[in-house]
């Protein structure tokens, strides 16, 4: 689950980690009372989505050129004067009115957003600062490692995956010790690697810190700040933050809970979760309905080996109801983008043959206008086959995953 940005700074300036003052608005009224609220002078405008690059992105009217704006997000064409971006300077309440006015119910388009981007309904309106540096600070889950990892780099400002790519000896990595946090050596080593020292090396040290404390105790799974800056006066603070927490910790957070923002998130892995399903909209043609995650991986891959595209990951679980598999095929079946949908079910508590009783309902129920491909193994197989076979429905049965996934890719170019 992600947050905006002003929620993020919310939760770490909560949990000791500093960051600049800020007011969000809604409106540009709002900005220009905010501006004067924070006491004027250089003042950031900031749009708030659930994207990076912001300061590079292209605000345009819903139906404007989003691939132009995409191109000028992305550096392969100039910014044409007069351009809205997604973080605007201003120096007084008529300027943060318009900076707010330019982005507010505009879509803002940037590297990570693609070319949909996404639609501006918040600006966080935010003190600007005399910066002296930019560092980067950041925490995430290391697989390899099994633990979280801090992450320093005096690159800030830049795309980390640059940085890793192009200079790798210039990213600090502090390895965290999930029940004892930072160490304060630790703090001492990252202070030292990004070059601090005297009261900015202090201060620094708090927040690295608090940083990790708050990744710890809230369950998150991402924790970036870029740019860290210090300030001409030695401050160290967050000037921009994203967060990532882990989905299935949210019942321990409501408070992080209820920041969702549904506007952000997509409609239909939003109504597959109230279902409890695992739900993952990709770019392909094929809907997969599967059990069980690495099955599911599986077949995205052998669709994919065969010539076709998937057109999302769904997991209907290893104990899935009747109710929850029909849920699954109206989700599948809403989007206009799929073009045959492949079942590939491996019955252990999840029976073979309510997977077959749960499809035919939907079929009788949706209008399935696409080729369906079912392969059933596991427990009552041979009754779950029996059902489809004699149903009388357009159903292309399947031996083995292999014949599945050439069934259904062949079906789908014999169906365009």
């Given at each position: 689950?992600?947050?905006?940005?002003?929620?993020?700074?919310?939760?770490?300036?909560?949990?000791?980690?500093?960051?600049?003052?800020?007011?969000?608005?809604?409106?540009?009224?709002?900005?220009?009372?905010?501006?004067?609220?924070?006491?004027?002078?250089?003042?950031?405008?900031?749009?708030?989505?659930?994207?990076?690059?912001?300061?590079?992105?292209?605000?345009?009217?819903?139906?404007?050129?989003?691939?132009?704006?995409?191109?000028?997000?992305?550096?392969?064409?100039?910014?044409?004067?007069?351009?809205?971006?997604?973080?605007?300077?201003?120096?007084?309440?008529?300027?943060?009115?318009?900076?707010?006015?330019?982005?507010?119910?505009?879509?803002?388009?940037?590297?990570?957003?693609?070319?949909?981007?996404?639609?501006?309904?918040?600006?966080?309106?935010?003190?600007?600062?005399?910066?002296?540096?930019?560092?980067?600070?950041?925490?995430?889950?290391?697989?390899?490692?099994?633990?979280?990892?801090?992450?320093?780099?005096?690159?800030?400002?830049?795309?980390?995956?640059?940085?890793?790519?192009?200079?790798?000896?210039?990213?600090?990595?502090?390895?965290?010790?999930?029940?004892?946090?930072?160490?304060?050596?630790?703090?001492?080593?990252?202070?030292?690697?990004?070059?601090?020292?005297?009261?900015?090396?202090?201060?620094?040290?708090?927040?690295?810190?608090?940083?990790?404390?708050?990744?710890?105790?809230?369950?998150?799974?991402?924790a970036e700040i870029n740019p860290l800056i210090v300030t001409d006066k030695d401050e160290v603070l967050a000037l921009d933050c994203k967060l990532?927490?882990?989905?299935?910790?949210?019942?321990?957070?409501?408070?992080?809970?209820?920041?969702?923002?549904?506007?952000?998130?997509?409609?239909?892995?939003?109504?597959?979760?109230?279902?409890?399903?695992?739900?993952?909209?990709?770019?392909?043609?094929?809907?997969?309905?599967?059990?069980?995650?690495?099955?599911?991986?599986?077949?995205?891959?052998?669709?994919?080996?065969?010539?076709?595209?998937?057109?999302?990951?769904?997991?209907?679980?290893?104990?899935?109801?009747?109710?929850?598999?029909?849920?699954?095929?109206?989700?599948?079946?809403?989007?206009?983008?799929?073009?045959?949908?492949?079942?590939?079910?491996?019955?252990?508590?999840?029976?073979?043959?309510?997977?077959?009783?749960?499809?035919?309902?939907?079929?009788?129920?949706?209008?399935?206008?696409?080729?369906?491909?079912?392969?059933?193994?596991?427990?009552?197989?041979?009754?779950?086959?029996?059902?489809?076979?004699?149903?009388?429905?357009?159903?292309?049965?399947?031996?083995?995953?292999?014949?599945?996934?050439?069934?259904?890719?062949?079906?789908?170019?014999?169906?365009?």
């Amino acid at each position: 689950m992600k947050v905006h940005e002003y929620q993020a700074k919310e939760l770490l300036k909560g949990s000791g980690v500093a960051v600049p003052a800020g007011i969000v608005a809604t409106t540009p009224e709002q900005a220009g009372e905010a501006y004067e609220s924070l006491g004027g002078g250089l003042i950031v405008i900031k749009a708030q989505v659930h994207a990076g690059g912001r300061g590079k992105g292209v605000a345009v009217d819903p139906q404007g050129d989003r691939a132009l704006a995409l191109e000028i997000a992305s550096g392969r064409k100039p910014r044409p004067k007069g351009t809205a971006g997604g973080v605007q300077l201003v120096k007084s309440k008529a300027e943060a009115a318009a900076a707010a006015a330019s982005l507010l119910g505009k879509t803002l388009v940037t590297y990570q957003t693609g070319i949909e981007g996404s639609r501006v309904n918040k600006v966080l309106v935010t003190v600007g600062h005399e910066i002296a540096r930019e560092l980067y600070l950041g925490l995430a889950v290391d697989r390899g490692l099994q633990c979280p990892v801090l992450m320093a780099s005096t690159e800030g400002g830049v795309e980390i995956e640059t940085v890793a790519h192009e200079h790798p000896e210039k990213i600090h990595r502090e390895p965290i010790d999930v029940g004892l946090g930072l160490g304060d050596f630790q703090a001492r080593k990252i202070s030292k690697a990004l070059g601090l020292s005297g009261k900015a090396a202090k201060n620094g040290e708090v927040l690295f810190k608090a940083l990790t404390r708050f990744f710890l105790d809230q369950d998150a799974s991402l924790a970036e700040i870029n740019p860290l800056i210090v300030t001409d006066k030695d401050e160290v603070l967050a000037l921009d933050c994203k967060l990532t927490f882990d989905d299935n910790a949210m019942f321990r957070h409501p408070d992080i809970a209820a920041m969702l923002d549904p506007a952000e998130e997509d409609a239909a892995e939003l109504r597959a979760g109230k279902s409890g399903l695992s739900f993952v909209s990709l770019d392909g043609n094929i809907g997969c309905l599967v059990n069980g995650a690495g099955l599911a991986m599986s077949t995205m891959d052998l669709i994919q080996y065969h010539g076709g595209t998937p057109a999302n990951f769904l997991d209907v679980g290893g104990g899935a109801n009747k109710d929850q598999v029909l849920e699954a095929f109206r989700i599948l079946l809403g989007d206009p983008k799929v073009k045959g949908v492949l079942v590939n079910i491996f019955g252990g508590i999840m029976k073979c043959d309510t997977i077959a009783s749960a499809l035919l309902a939907a079929y009788d129920e949706i209008d399935f206008r696409v080729p369906l491909v079912v392969r059933l193994e596991g427990t009552n197989v041979e009754a779950g086959k029996k059902l489809l076979s004699e149903s009388g429905r357009k159903i292309i049965t399947a031996d083995g995953l292999t014949d599945a996934a050439k069934k259904i890719v062949a079906a789908v170019k014999g169906a365009a």
